[in-house]
């Protein structure tokens, strides 16, 4: 296994960042939804979360929620994306013009990719150490040895030392126990269409399966809003708001998601 090579690579990146801490560092961070934020009161900003898709088929949506999450956390420095080969096989590579149309310059971007779990561990220990970094963004494939808890208090403990953000988001795996200090889940959602039938913006149903001290809640549906940087409700249309895939229900109901 090639780590020594790739954490080298991030080492030298990383040092170009500077060594100045960051301003404007809060310790708590909203998602952009009142509602949400009202009930939740913000999630703990220098700490690990983990974001689980509700299948297979929502990976996709999962990395784009976890990448809300991480610019929320981080709204200045860089943002390092540690990928598994696995999770961009089955996934798609991260496109550059995407990053664009969710509102991102790549050029914050520092991606780094690898083979195994233990590399990916080990990228994301090494950036949330770095001070020039914003949020630590891994994205992992499948179940793995590496992947203890264990390990994932190792990467709570790096975030809250680095003052840093680090959102892990598994796929091809059922939710394990970890030190994170939220759990989400997240299933595509339908998005609505915008004036002149434009394509509409990202919807997500997301579900905070366990957070430390607190309850779990929801579900919601959110979209997100490139122009604001931030999670949004739905567009809204005839009373109705975008629902799941195949989860009909009535106005009263959708509201209520946001209760």
Known sequence: MRVRPEIDGLKTRLEALGTESLPGSTERFGLGVDAVDARLQGLASHA???????????????????LGLAL???NKGALVWGVQEMADWET?????PGLHQWGVDPGR?????????????????????????????????GDAKAMT????????????????????????????????D?????????SRALEANAPGRPAFEVELMRRRGGASAGPWIME?????????RPSVSGGLVSLAAGRPAAAGDARRRYG
Not at 117 to 131: N, P
């Open 182 to 190: 939220s759990r989400w889940r997240v299933t595509t959602a339908p």
């Open 92 to 96: 798609g590579r991260i496109h550059g």
């Open 224 to 232: 997100w809003d490139r122009e604001c940087g931030s999670f949004d």
């Open 72 to 74: 929320r956390a981080g």
């Open 149 to 180: 808890l264990t390990a994932s208090r190792r990467l709570s403990l790096m975030a809250a030392k680095g003052r840093t953000a680090a959102i892990l988001v598994r796929m091809g795996v059922e939710p394990q126990p970890s030190a994170a």
């Open 48 to 66: 690990l979360h983990d974001v689980y898709p509700a299948g297979l088929g929502d990976a996709a949506a999962a990395q784009g929620f976890a």
């Open 109 to 141: 971007i520092v991606l780094v990719r690898v083979r195994e779990m233990q590399a990916l561990l080990a990228a994301g220990e090494e950036a949330l150490s770095s001070a020039g970094v914003g949020a630590v963004l891994l994205s992992a494939w």
